[in-house]
């Protein structure tokens, strides 16, 4: 599979792994092994980056970069500040911006997570912005700086894979930062379709950590991510309303 | 200081599980000295207290389940044991918490002594009601489609585990429990699950220590001794004035005066140095030797020796009722997020608790409190009446694997006890059997060689 290359740095992963809700320590490990993934979001203010033991040191035992995100702010001013103190407590400018609108969807909030991206790029930092699955602020969000656009395909932790490939469709068609599919992914098909959608990564979370088997869905996410991206790369055939035979008619 | 050659063993940390384990090595004819600068007063103090392995079981974790199953099956005779070494007949009026005039009643409450008889317990001796003890099982409930859903899904795991749960309509759960909110849709009673009041478990062991002439060291311990590859000791923090942080206790102090730790032992600030006990240690010597040195520390267990615990914040809320509003332990997942609420006899309604990757933080949020009574009035709508009684936040001693960590160290005269992150009241009973060795299978699961060569 071909690299990813998000704001320069290149990454042989294309599964991007969230961290939230695995039962231990040690299953969130074993599932980020079988996944194979070197990016991995985690939530800044549930977590203290000083204590040992934590999960970000699980994440520097297996060389995994860390990508802090901003869940649960509902303000760009507080997703500002939350960056601010992932950026000195972590020492990088990453961040995953996520502003939510409300607690029941958890659906992020487009006019707050602009304002933030703005001042965040300006700030030096580099962003990667979860929205809705909208073309047409994916589009503003890449004007504004952004380093990748990361379109939901359903709400967070839904599983109900992706609901409208259209927009996805159109936000791909249309981008010149990566694209990755962000929230909702269910089971592996979702992560296939995803990728064959043109997507050029796919974040995770519960998919895998309340799997019943977290170790073995990640391995299933795995490879779904890269089928999808080879298949995408292969390039489909049309979809056709009546049989074509495939033995040859003709040498 | 013990005489030469008796067989002494230290043990660092007066949680339950340390309590517990001194009071068992103690009856077992073994000489014991606890070192805590606030005995019961961290992660035990937070607790709620379930004993509920059933209702707590969650994919990946059947190896927890075997434990707590186990260790639930010896709680009744441990309580009875306690109670009779801690010299408690029953609901004792000279305990210094507020036992209102709800209290006697709260004991009589339907359902209270019934169930599977387990608070009515099996071994002579006291009376387990004097902890609060009691079994009228889990209930846990579910609001919208989803987290029925997510019910339905766990009520089969259980049933493929051969769990004893019992699958309930929204109106069959309001009819045991008719505080719950009328959009209750379903819930899971596993009514083998048992819960008690965790303040009144650390006070009883004391005094059962105290009644056994055990030795309680009120100061904190900065490092184990070593000769060679030999742990032979620890070495206790001096005294030092009120306030001065040492870490060791996690009461975050937030508490309004009424709450009361129990008991009857004055509550004794962090760091300051005091003893209980037969003798009193009026020496300032900062070492104690040991045969052996039991690492009951909790949280803290990692700061001392190298084992995989790290400390996981739990804010946990106590409300008060002059007569209690649920018969049984009820939890329940609200739009994806999980809460508790657990009935004393006496109209205490704890509410928890948060799971927080901290470090060593107990400062009680404003965040943090407002989930927990979010959730629980959406349980039970009824709870805006209550009294707030008490905020806290607590340090669980989490491990990688969820699991505690008991046995050898594989460093001489070091063993381990600790890691029983969201547990320790539960698996006390069976800590205790393991270190005497009354377990085998078991105990391999709790072995702390599965960390070595990780670190």
Known sequence: M????????????RLIMGTGGAPSLEVLDQALAASGTELTTVAMRRLDPGSRGSVLDVLRRRDIKVLPNTAGCFTAGEAVLTARLAREALGTNWVKLEVIADERTLLPDPIETFDAAERLVADGFVVLPYIGDDPALARRLEQAGCAAVMPLGAPI???????????????????SVPVILDAGIGT???????????????????????????????????????????ARQAGRIPRRRYAEASSPTSP | MPAKGAQVDVIVGGGVVGLSVAWRLARAGRQVT????????????????????????????????????????????????????????????GEDRDAGPGA???????????????????????????????????????FGADDLAALDELAAFMDKLGLPVERLTGRECRRLEPMLAPSVRGG???????????????????????????????????????????????????????????????????????????????????????????????????????????????????????????????????LRSPQPLLNRCVRGTVHGS??????????????????????????????????????????????????????????????????????????????????????????????TAILLGEEGELAALCSPERFQGIS
Not at chain 2, 78 to 87: N, P, Q, S, V, Y
Not at chain 2, 240 to 255: A, M, Q
């Open chain 2, 188 to 318: 899971l009673l596993a009514p083998g699950d048992a819960w008690v009041d965790p303040r009144r478990v650390t006070a009883a062991l004391l005094t059962a220590l105290e009644r056994r002439g055990a030795e309680v060291v009120r100061a904190r311990v900065t490092e184990l001794l070593r000769e060679g590859d030999r742990v032979t000791g620890v070495r206790l923090a001096p005294p030092e004035p009120y306030g001065t942080g040492n870490g060791g206790t996690g009461n975050g102090g937030t508490g309004n005066g009424g709450t009361g730790n129990g008991g009857g032992h004055g509550e004794v600030r962090p760091g300051a140095r005091a003893t209980t006990g037969a003798e009193t240690r009026a020496e300032t010597s900062a070492d104690i030797r040991a045969e052996r040195v039991i690492l009951t520390a909790g949280a803290w267990s990692g700061e001392l020796a190298e084992v995989p615990v790290r400390p996981v914040k739990g804010q946990i809320m106590r």
């Open chain 1, 157 to 175: 932790g839904s599983g109900l894979g992706i609901r409208n490939p259209h927009s996805i469709e159109l936000i791909v068609e249309a981008a």
């Open chain 2, 338 to 431: 999980s809460v508790y609420l657990v009935p004393r006899g006496d109209g205490e309604l704890v509410v928890g608790a948060t799971q927080e990757e901290m470090g060593f933080d107990t400062r009680v949020t404003a965040g943090g409190l407002y989930e927990l009574l979010r959730d629980a009035r959406e349980l039970v709508p009824g709870i805006t009446e209550l009294e707030v009684a008490d905020v806290v936040a607590g340090l669980r001693p989490g491990t990688p694997d969820n699991l505690p960590v008991i046995g050898p160290s594989g460093t001489p005269g070091l063993t381990f006890a600790t890691g029983h992150h969201r547990g320790g009241v539960l698996l006390a009973p069976l800590t």
């Open chain 1, 2 to 13: 071909d690299d990813l290359i998000i704001a320069g740095e290149k990454f042989s992963s």
């Open chain 2, 34 to 93: 606890v070192v805590d600068p606030a005995p019961g007063r961290g992660a035990s103090y937070a607790a709620a207290g379930m004993l509920a392995p059933v209702s707590e079981v969650t994919y990946t974790e059947a190896p927890l389940l075997r434990l707590g199953v186990a260790s639930l099956r010896r709680w009744p005779a441990f309580a009875a044991e306690l109670t009779e070494d801690a010299g408690l007949a029953g609901p004792t009026p």
């Open chain 2, 104 to 142: 006697g009643a709260g004991r009589a409450s339907p359902g209270s002594g019934a169930g599977n008889g387990l608070a009515g317990g099996g071994a002579a001796g006291g009376d387990p009601l004097a902890l609060d003890l009691r079994s009228e099982g889990t209930l846990d409930v579910a």
């Open chain 1, 188 to 230: 592996a098909s979702d992560a296939a379709l995803a990728m064959e959608l043109g997507c050029d990564a796919v974040l995770l979370a519960t998919a895998v950590t309340r799997a019943q088997r977290p170790d073995l869905m990640a391995a299933a996410m795995k490879g779904a991510v890269a089928a999808g991206r080879l």
